[in-house]
């Protein structure tokens, strides 16, 4: 069972950057086989993909929404995914999750990805 552990989420103001990380932990098999993505979700929305890498690092994918703003990136030896977050604003207000999956070489939606983290809360203030 694959452990994934996020933090870095906070209050910030419009403008500004968090760097979101998630660790993972327990019985994984070596932290480049998965693939890695984050994902947000709203109150009463669908879970939403914000950010995807594939497995080698090579391939990245973002929603247009954050495209320009975020970058997401892993560090193998330390067994983390980071998502930097610039130039927020409110409508980035929401929980944001890790995912990842050795099955995958990179995907885009929630269902391809067997492991989550508990959620980071953002909120950007105007």
């Known amino acids: 069972q694959v452990q994934l552990v996020e933090s870095g989420g906070g209050l910030v103001q419009a403008g500004g950057s968090l760097r979101l990380s998630c660790a993972a932990s327990?019985?994984?098999?070596?932290?480049?086989?998965?693939?890695l993505a984050w994902f947000r979700q709203a109150p009463g929305k669908e879970r939403e993909l914000v950010a995807a890498l594939s497995r080698s690092g090579d391939n990245t994918y973002y929603a247009d929404s954050v495209k320009g703003r975020f970058t997401i990136s892993r560090d193998n030896a330390k067994k983390t995914v980071f998502l930097q977050m610039n130039s927020l604003s409110p409508e980035d207000t929401t929980v944001y999750y890790c995912a990842a999956d050795f099955k995958v070489t990179l995907a885009t939606i929630p269902i391809r990805y067997d492991y989550w983290g508990q959620g980071t809360q953002v909120t950007v203030s105007s």
């Open positions: 327990g019985r994984t098999l070596t932290f480049s086989s998965y693939a």
